[in-house]
């Protein structure tokens, strides 16, 4: 068997453990930058992919398009379809309507949401069932089941309860949120756009019914980064594709440079090969290795391991006598 064969072989038996690691670890700035950048478009084009699905079923509608993103960005993964289905029963041109009523944006959040049947009343969530009961009739919505929720093991800080007070609190503030994203050029703006505090009653309240210490429940820098990553910076791609403008796509990726790097198991058992994750461009870029291609077996396709079979490949044609 030839050695860049056996070097597959092994790469392909080691993906899980990212075999690749110490190799990539050792190459120098210009070659990890090369192999990060394709990386980040590979994984670019792929979100940009979904981005058009949901403009397609928008009918090219930008705004709704990036309020289903929102939507599908705002809680963790596990609830992605609940999120999207929520935010397709209650459109945005709704919210838009009734944007200077917060109450009336909570309530139909809310009671189409279905999450109302697991707590008990009182006086707020009476009145949100009470708008809601009027909200759907005018607009046409059909509540979704409690159960179409998973709630388990969700922490509080992030369960779907407090992610829609703080989208409905973030859809009344401003009615121009697609032109601000297209406009966030680094972290600060990002925070300041989306570190959104849910409305008073949360504040001691995290869930409906039951009362707790007071503390504001506000979207921390955490999650903030996560959307300008997965939201912000995707959007601005897609939208840049979609309108060929050139220095929107390159404000994409300088904001990928500028936010933080997610902090995951995948980034930290890239970072114990000794692989340098200095911003988001760089953990997008190893989060698209780890999933797309070494957790697919995927060696021979992958900007790392078609490197390292050309060099194993360049040093067996030198030994190789003519």
């Known amino acids: 068997m030839a050695a860049a064969e056996q070097i597959l072989e092994r790469l392909r038996d080691n993906a899980a453990s990212y075999a690749c690691g110490d190799f990539l670890a050792a190459l120098d700035d210009l ?34 398009t990036f309020y289903l993103l929102y939507f599908r960005t705002l809680g963790d993964r596990l609830n992605q379809q609940a999120y999207l289905e929520l935010a397709r029963r209650v459109p945005y041109k709704a919210v ?5 009523a917060p109450l009336a944006v909570e309530a139909m959040l809310f009671g189409a949401s279905g999450l109302l049947e697991l707590y008990d009343d009182d006086r707020h969530t009476l009145t949100l069932r009470d708008r809601f009961a009027h909200l759907s009739v005018k607009y046409g919505i059909r509540p979704m089941n409690a159960s179409d929720w998973v709630l388990a093991e969700i922490r509080p800080a992030n369960h779907p309860v407090l992610r829609l007070a703080q989208a409905a609190e973030f859809f009344t503030r401003d009615e121009f949120v697609m032109g601000r994203t297209m406009g966030c050029r680094d972290e600060e703006m990002i925070r300041e756009l989306f570190c959104i505090e849910a409305s008073p009653y949360w504040r001691t309240h995290y869930v409906p019914g039951v009362a707790s210490d007071e503390m504001p429940k506000r979207i921390g820098s955490f999650k903030a980064n996560i959307i300008g990553i997965n939201l912000v910076a995707v959007l601005q791609f897609a939208y840049a594709a979609y309108t060929d403008n050139e220095a929107l796509r390159d404000n994409a990726l300088t904001l990928l440079e500028r936010l933080r790097a997610e902090d995951n198991r995948f980034i930290r058992a890239w970072r114990e090969h000794g692989v340098r994750v200095r911003n988001a461009f760089d953990s997008q870029a190893v989060l698209q290795l780890a999933t797309e291609y070494c957790a697919k077996g995927r060696c021979a396709e992958c900007p790392v391991g078609r490197r390292i079979l050309r060099k194993a490949a360049e040093a067996e044609a030198v030994q190789t006598p003519q």
């Open 31 to 64: 070659q990890r930058s090369e192999i990060f950048t394709a990386l980040i478009f590979d994984r670019l084009k792929r979100k940009m992919e979904m981005v058009d699905r949901l403009r397609i079923e928008t009918k090219d509608n930008w705004n709704q």
């Open 96 to 100: 838009l309507r009734e944007r200077l």
